[in-house]
């Protein structure tokens, strides 16, 4: 599905809902939905992006239709569309964090998983935050900030992100549907 940049550009500041389904034990969080993701409603919607590759590498979804059937949801940081996080401002980013936390104490989930290291440092008032669990819950879950699956992310791997993503899979309950990877991360 093809858009052209101006075509792209008419979803700026458009919103997708959050995928929440059954039994949610693992919250993922975006930083916010990029144009091509509102563009087509598919959370982590660029091609390229590497999120459901790697879920999917890591074991813990066969397909990104397992979703939510595995107890795994989405929602964003900030709801509204840019071509960029960095487009986002810190106060943006911090009102982002106050709402993840409502949503957080409403639905329960075990493990929140923030995709943004930089993104959660601002967030949360957190500048000196290492990735993986922080030493604080959000709302009684386990609060983790991973790696973004986003390409500019280079200096993630697919291997790096799918052992990550699957450390907080594990931490939530969610059990791998299949074991793609070894405990240090290689194939």
Not at 6 to 14: I, Q, S
Not at 61 to 90: F, H, K, M, Q, Y
């Amino acid at each position: 599905m093809g858009f052209t940049r101006a075509e792209l550009e008419a979803f700026r500041d458009g919103t997708l809902p959050d995928l929440i389904g059954p039994d949610l034990r693992l919250l993922f969080v975006g930083i916010n939905p990029g144009l091509m993701t509102v563009a087509t409603q598919t959370h982590f919607g660029r091609p390229g992006n590497r999120y459901y590759p790697a879920l999917i590498r890591a074991g813990v979804i066969a397909a990104p239709s397992d979703l939510t059937r595995r107890g795994l949801g989405v929602t964003n940081l900030v709801a509204r569309a840019t071509a960029r996080a960095d487009e986002l401002t810190a106060a943006e980013l911090a009102a982002g964090a106050a709402v993840l936390t409502e949503k957080v104490a409403r639905l329960a989930p075990r493990v929140v998983a923030v995709l943004g290291l930089t993104a959660y440092r601002t967030a949360f008032g957190r500048p000196r935050a290492v990735a993986g669990r922080q030493p604080e819950d959000l709302a009684g879950a386990q609060l983790w900030a991973l790696p973004n699956p986003s390409g500019l992310n280079a200096h993630e791997t697919p291997d790096s992100l799918a052992a990550a993503y699957r450390a907080a899979a594990v931490a939530a309950g969610v059990e791998p549907a299949m074991s793609t990877i070894t405990a240090d991360g290689g194939s």
